[in-house]
């Protein structure tokens, strides 16, 4: 079967009882972006408000009706009513993301999940990040759901090329000698840099162009191995031949290297 970015996949297909919650929601890319900044808080930004330890773990949620349902738990109104930050959802960049991608597909608009880095918060390094990607007819264009209106780049809703880069195109210009490897990884650790991330995000962007949406810390396969260095040259060069089939983006061929079992998201995740 064909990918068909404007149908909803395992991760973004909302509960049939949850449609009449998305009543009056904007129906264009952008302005479901900005609505969905208002029902989401990250961890760093929920814990100083008194928000519970145990609802921290809501940013293990993966499927959008689990989402939904927990905020409709804090707050049964329709998702077109900003939340209190209190009661936004607990989640990171990813979860902004798969949100409104699934909005998007609700509404027949193609649209995928994207997983990689910002180049735009430092200027020394690149941080581990999701945007979304939208079809107008034309072209892809991509926006930062999480940042709109935050001021870190010239137009968010449209960003420029190399502001983001997939997982696919930081492992390309590192492979390139373009890029120091150490100088992409995960803000607020110390440890968490260098070419593992850059493999791992290959990985999960293939699986996000493929409707998987995974969160950011999920590992399988080799992933982990390949954090801990102990993978080899055989591993970079799969890892090189899903950066070029991402680049080339023809859906067949991302659903035959997904298809490797290694690189396929589990069908059970611990």
Request: charged share 25%.
């Amino acid at each position: 079967m064909t990918l068909d970015y404007r149908l909803p996949g395992p991760f973004t297909t909302f509960d049939p009882g949850q449609i009449a919650l998305l009543q009056g929601l904007p129906e264009d890319a952008v302005g479901l972006c900005q609505a969905v900044q208002k029902l989401v808080i990250q961890p760093f930004d929920a814990t100083p408000l008194g928000v519970p330890d145990q609802r921290i773990d809501e940013r293990n949620l993966r499927p959008v009706n689990a989402i939904v349902a927990a905020l409709a738990a804090l707050d049964p109104r329709p998702l077109n009513i900003p939340r209190p930050k209190e009661k936004r959802v607990v989640g990171c960049c990813r979860h902004f993301v798969t949100l409104a991608t699934a909005l998007l597909r609700q509404r027949g608009i193609p649209a995928r999940a994207r997983a990689g880095f910002g180049t735009y918060f430092s200027p020394e390094r690149s941080f581990d990040h999701w945007i979304l990607e939208y079809h107008d007819g034309e072209r892809w264009i991509r926006i930062d759901a999480e940042h709109l209106g935050h001021g870190y780049v010239a137009n968010p809703a449209d960003l420029a090329p190399g502001e983001f880069l997939t997982g696919g195109e930081a492992w390309t210009l590192y492979r390139a000698g373009k890029v120091d490897p150490m100088t992409f990884g995960v803000v607020g650790t110390d440890h968490a840099w260098g070419p593992g991330e850059i493999r791992g995000n290959v990985i999960r962007d293939l699986a996000a162009l493929n409707k998987w949406e995974a969160l950011n810390w999920d590992e399988w396969g080799r992933i982990t191995d390949s954090y801990e260095g102990k993978t080899d040259a055989d591993y970079d060069d799969l890892i090189d031949n899903i950066a070029a089939a991402c680049a080339r983006d023809e859906p067949a061929e991302l659903q035959e290297v997904y298809a490797i079992d290694e690189l396929t998201f589990p069908a059970t995740f611990r």
